[in-house]
Every structure is written in C-alpha cells, then in structure tokens.
C-alpha cells in the first residue's frame, strides 16, 4: 500500500491556474503509473489525467486537454497537475492516485488501488 498526500488546493478566478502536488510514499515509485481524478459535488469521481511510470506517456480527459498538464519527479516521489485557463466546472476535489501493479496507464480508472485524501479546488467565474 502507498500513502499519498496532495496539497496545492484553493480558491481561484476562472482563467487562472493552480498547481497540485501529490507526495507518495510508494516503494518503487518509479515503477508505477500515477492519477489524478475529481469528484464535483453531487457528482461521481471522473478521471483528469495520468503519466505512465517514465513519464513518457501522458493521458488526458477531453475536458482538460490543453489546460491541464500532469508530470512526475521521481527523485522526490512526487507527482504534479499544472492547470491552467481554470473555469467554474473545473471545481472539485482533486484525488491523486496511484496503480500499484502497473506502470502502464490501460483506460481502466478501476486500475488505480491507492488515494490520497484529496484536495479542494474551486474556481469562480
């Protein structure tokens, strides 16, 4: 099991930008493929992004493309979502994530067996 810890949250206007960060204490973190997914209130938990264990491969949900951009440094265990042009839908809490059995990202968001405790972000318009 990996304990993650995402910090990086707040209150924004829309068109602004925010950074999370996402802290694992994971064994072999550079082994695993990494998350982060969202959940609005009233709504269910929807995937925002992955990168693959070296980080040489990105995926994306259509409603971020372009304005979200997710990365890793695996020297300090950490992984990031850079998000920018933020607008009011974007308002959620942000979940990082972690696949401990994969490296590879496959479209399953059930692959994922590891959370953080999420981190609130709300952008007004």
């Known amino acids: 099991q990996g304990q993650l810890l995402e910090s990086g949250g707040g209150s924004v206007q829309a068109g602004g930008s925010l950074r999370l960060s996402c802290a694992a204490s994971v064994r072999t973190f550079s082994s695993h493929v990494m998350g982060w997914f969202r959940q609005a209130p009233g709504k269910g938990r929807e995937f925002v992004a992955a990168?693959?264990?070296?980080?040489?491969?990105?995926y994306y949900a259509d409603s971020v493309k372009g304005r979200f951009t997710i990365s890793r440094d695996d020297a300090k265990n950490t992984v990031y979502l850079q998000m920018n042009s933020l607008k009011p839908e974007d308002t959620a809490v942000y979940y990082c994530?972690?696949?401990?059995?994969?490296?590879?990202?496959?479209?399953?968001?059930?692959?994922?067996?590891?959370w953080g405790q999420g981190t609130q972000v709300t952008v007004s318009s």
């Open positions: 990168i693959n264990w070296s980080g040489g491969r990105t």
């Open positions: 994530a972690v696949d401990l059995h994969r490296g590879n990202y496959y479209g399953r968001p059930t692959d994922f067996d590891s």
